[in-house]
């Protein structure tokens, strides 16, 4: 493999990587800062006999939740409806989606980057090559993660818990209004909905690398 093929294979794999990082980091991050999606959600799964609340209290518990975890100035009219610990728990949540939205906007520029030095290099093959191994690492920790949470979702949900927050304050009892607002389904629901539109992305990176190479062979033959 020569310098310039394999520069494009390593730029393949970074489109790749990038790509679908930077989806799932800005998906992970719309989801729990978009009041609209929380209110949507929040109609589903905390229905106003479980959850306490009347239907006119969804939408601004959701705009408070959501600019609680985006940063932004809250709507204290409702914040006395949350104890203690929900609220505590709450600010903890706010650097991670922080971090999620960071995370997201460097990958989409290191997307661009990579995609500019492919255009550059004029190599298809070499960069089809590398997005596909790219996908190929996406997908299996997808699927190892997938295999974990169908078999066992509250071990997962617990694992991640446990690494993302240095406190048990996540740890509610089953009358606190923050789990009657956001039950277990809520979250497969959050887990579903991001994780399909994820593998999504990744299946259409997948596509464009197999058009790439069927490309280069054409060009080949003729």
Not at 8 to 37: E, P
Not at 128 to 152: K, N, P, Q, S, T
Request: hydrophobic share 55%.
């Amino acid at each position: 493999m020569t310098r310039h093929s394999g520069l494009s294979v390593f730029l393949g794999v970074l489109l790749a990587l990038s790509l679908g990082i930077g989806v799932l980091a800005g998906t992970l991050w719309f989801f729990g800062t978009d009041a609209g999606l929380l209110e949507r959600w929040l109609q589903w799964d905390a229905a106003p006999a479980s959850a306490g609340l009347t239907e006119a209290d969804h939408a601004p518990v959701a705009r408070l939740i959501a600019d609680t975890m985006a940063g932004r100035q809250t709507v204290f009219q409702y914040r006395d409806l949350f104890s203690e610990q929900a609220w505590v728990h709450m600010l903890d949540c706010a650097p991670l989606f922080a971090l999620a939205r960071t995370v997201g906007l460097t990958g989409f520029g290191l997307f661009f980057a990579a995609l500019i030095g492919s255009c550059f290099l004029r190599s298809p093959r070499g960069t089809a090559v590398g997005m596909l191994v790219g996908v190929g690492v996406l997908l299996a920790a997808a699927l190892i993660l997938g295999v974990w949470g169908l078999i066992d979702f509250d071990g997962l949900f617990t694992a991640f818990h446990r690494v993302a927050f240095r406190n048990d304050l996540w740890l509610f009892p089953a009358s606190d209004l923050l789990i009657r607002l956001m039950p277990l389904p809520f979250f497969v629901r959050y887990a579903a909905a991001g994780g399909g539109l994820w593998l999504a992305c990744l299946l259409a990176t997948a596509a464009v690398a197999g058009l790439l190479l069927k490309y280069n062979g054409k060009k080949i033959r003729s």
